[in-house]
């Protein structure tokens, strides 16, 4: 039923030179989107297992593939976002200049 929910919850994941902040590990409840904020000085590059939906209007810089979902480089100040239907954990890489940053997404039962 493509069109037949509403993203109610979105959750930032802001990613700095320092690091991933507030936190690497995020939940939500299912029918959420995550936005990944770049707040770095280099280009962003972000590999979840997940899918990216080719249908929801909530999905920003990422493509599928049969390895999951991975977002094109993402500039400074710029932003990718991905919505999530189904409950499990995703986990996720970033990749910041020469460092790396691992994560989780972990989705709930529709609240």
């Known amino acids: 039923m493509v069109g037949a929910h ?9 990613v700095t030179e320092a690091g991933v902040m507030p936190l690497a590990d995020v939940r939500i409840p299912a029918f959420s989107t995550v936005v990944w904020r770049n ?9 979840i297992d997940a899918a990216a939906c080719p ?3 909530t999905v920003l810089g990422f493509a599928g593939s049969a390895a999951g979902a991975h977002a094109a480089a993402v ?3 710029q932003v990718a976002t991905l919505c999530f239907h189904d409950a499990g954990t995703f986990p996720f890489v970033l990749q910041l200049g020469g460092r790396e940053h691992r ?4 989705v709930e039962g529709e609240r």
């Open 39 to 47: 707040a770095a000085s280099v280009p962003l590059r972000i590999a």
């Open 75 to 77: 500039a400074p100040g």
């Open 55 to 57: 249908d929801c209007e």
């Open 103 to 106: 994560g989780t997404i972990v």
């Open 6 to 14: 509403r993203h109610t919850v979105t959750t930032t994941v802001t």
